[in-house]
Each structure stands twice: as structure tokens, then as C-alpha cells.
């Protein structure tokens, strides 16, 4: 009985002091309800970008099933062939995201050309300079809070980010 006790505590203790993933969902799969008391890390790909771009669709799908060497060659192909394209970075970027490089993930990211995946590489920015701080063991996270802060009011329509986006500030109060 003591032994159950205390796997459970442990299990307990290892699920609240574990810091929240980074998870890559299309964006009409995350339903509104499962973000109010989540505390995962949702990546939304707009459907709309999965559908004009074929290398994002094919990242997307790989990474969903987790088979990430394959996306890795996948993409080694689609570089040493000369495509160099943003869903190629944005795709790259998510491989490295999944796989905790968030420094790696962060310089590919600035490649991604201005205009494309909007939303979502800013999201990306604020993400990964939050990650990187936190490596480098910066205690002061409040201009995280206005920078998320910042994106929700530049997407005030956008209530999926809003709520995404609430999470992570969630996340930033309590645990720091």
C-alpha cells in the first residue's frame, strides 16, 4: 500500500513539475474546449497552409505519426536538392521544436520569408526566445507576458491564438 502511495505522489509530482510540450496540430483539430484547462503547448498549422503547401502537408503527417527521421531526411532531400523554401524552414523548425533544439529551431525560423506563415512564426519568435531564456536560467519572464501580450492584440479576431496564447501566459504566472 505504501508503495502504490508513493508511485502515485511521484507520478503526481513529475506531471505538475513537468514543464508543458510542444504539440503540432492542424489548427481545425484543436477543439476550443480542450485549450480552457490544458496546459500543452499547441503549434496550430492552418489548414489553408497544409493545403498549398505539399513539403508542410508531408511534415505535418510525419511528424503527427512521430517518425522525425524520416522528416529529417525528408528534409536533408528537399536542401541538398535546392529547395529552400519557407515551408521547408517552417518545417525544419517544427522538427527542432519537437526534438527540445529550440536555440537550432530559433535561427532557422528568421529564414522564414516575412510574408508567409504570419501568425505562427510569431508565435514561433516569442516561443523560442522564452525557451532560450529559460536555458540560460533568466528568472524575469514578465516581457514574455507583453510580447504574448502584444500578438493577441495584433490578431484580436483570432480567438484560437487568444486562447493558445492564454495558456502559455498562464503557464509564465504561476510556475515563474
Do not use: W
Not at 508543458?20 to 481545425?28: D, E, G, L, N, W
Not at 519568435?125 to 533568466?138: F, G, M, P, Q, V
Request: aromatic share 12%.
Amino acid at each position: 500500500m505504501k508503495i502504490r502511495i508513493f508511485v502515485l505522489l511521484l507520478i503526481f509530482i513529475f506531471y505538475n513539475c513537468t514543464p508543458p510540450k510542444y504539440i503540432v496540430k492542424r489548427q481545425t483539430e484543436i477543439k476550443l474546449s480542450e485549450l480552457d484547462n490544458s496546459i500543452v503547448n499547441y503549434i496550430p498549422i492552418l489548414d489553408s497552409d497544409l493545403n498549398k503547401s505539399e513539403i508542410l502537408h508531408s511534415s505535418y503527417n510525419l511528424i503527427k505519426n512521430e517518425e522525425f527521421s524520416k522528416l529529417k531526411n525528408y528534409l536533408t532531400e528537399l536542401e541538398e536538392s535546392g529547395t529552400n523554401s519557407s515551408d521547408v524552414f517552417l518545417s525544419k523548425t517544427l522538427l527542432l521544436i519537437t526534438n527540445k533544439n529550440y536555440a537550432e529551431a530559433s535561427v532557422i525560423l528568421k529564414r522564414i520569408n516575412d510574408n508567409d506563415f504570419i501568425v505562427l512564426k510569431k508565435l514561433l519568435t516569442i516561443d523560442l526566445e522564452y525557451e532560450t531564456a529559460k536555458s540560460r536560467d533568466i528568472s524575469d519572464f514578465s516581457g514574455f507576458l507583453a510580447k504574448y501580450q502584444k500578438l493577441i492584440d495584433e490578431f484580436p479576431d483570432n480567438i484560437m491564438l487568444k486562447k493558445i496564447v492564454a495558456i502559455r501566459i498562464r503557464y509564465l504566472r504561476y510556475y515563474y
